[in-house]
């Protein structure tokens, strides 16, 4: 029996330790390690909670007017903490609700591009040749249809909804999805576990359920973290020109093209816009933290 110096125990010890490290434990840690990301995270974590919770224990409802407070400044007296808008609705209830349909819109949109996007990528990818070519064609041409008028297109023929607003955008951000997912499921299905896969007889939609899903959920996390800012940051503009959600509904960009039309009283804009600032910047930093988290050149 070969008896290692206490050095060099250390250093196996090491190294089965570095070797036993599963993929998703060093990705964990590195994404632990990026103070900004968990920084983003808090701050996400507490903002969904005062969305979902806020408007349910605030005293004030969104949609009541009080007529005897209209244009109110920020003041303790009534919990009018952030004051109330020109028509006397309390501002810091808007505020929670506009939260609340912001972070919802794009979490549901951004979930419809998930679905669409991932499924028409790994079938593109995995069937190559002419049903990879034809359904990356009908990408290419709904790329370039305009945003702005697929969503004018929608409410004319639908009316406004929130609903729609959801579906609207998600339907246009699932092809930048579909293209990573394809160039992923390209490079994927050359790999030895597909190819044993399809020589035991899985089938198509089996391989890509049990071997090319599993692999792609690194960049495809990374891109909804991406693409939820990119969401937001679309429903607010639609909001702030007046295709957004209907009264006494609100969201941030709602409130923020309300805020700027009232030049006298600038804490209705500043609000929503330090909230969608801070929720942005959380979201890129929990997004940048896991692009890096999954990075192979940096293990």
Known sequence: MIIAAPGQNAELLQRAAIKGRSLWDDTRRRLLANKAAVAGAVVLSIFILLAVIG?????HNYAHQYT?????????????WLGTDVVGRDMVARLLVGLQISLAVGAIATFVSLVIGVAWGAIAGFAGGRVDQFMMRIVDVLYAVPFIFFVILVT???????????LAIGAVEWMTM???VRGQTLALKQK?????????GVKPFGIILRHILPNLLGPVAVYVTLTLPVVILQE???SFIGLGVNEPLTSLGQLISEGQKESGSPWLLIAPAVVMVITLFSLNFIGDGLRDAFDPKDR
């Not at 408007?55 to 005293?59: F, K, N, S």
């Not at 005897?68 to 009018?80: I, K």
């Open 68 to 80: 005897d407070r209209l244009g109110l400044a920020p003041t303790a007296e009534n919990m009018h």
């Open 156 to 166: 004319v023929v639908f009316g406004r909804s929130i609903f729609l607003i959801f």
């Open 55 to 59: 408007p349910l224990v605030w005293p």
């Open 178 to 180: 579909a293209r990573i």
């Open 192 to 200: 030895e576990f597909v190819e044993a896969a399809r020589a035991s």
């Open 236 to 238: 607010s503009f639609l």
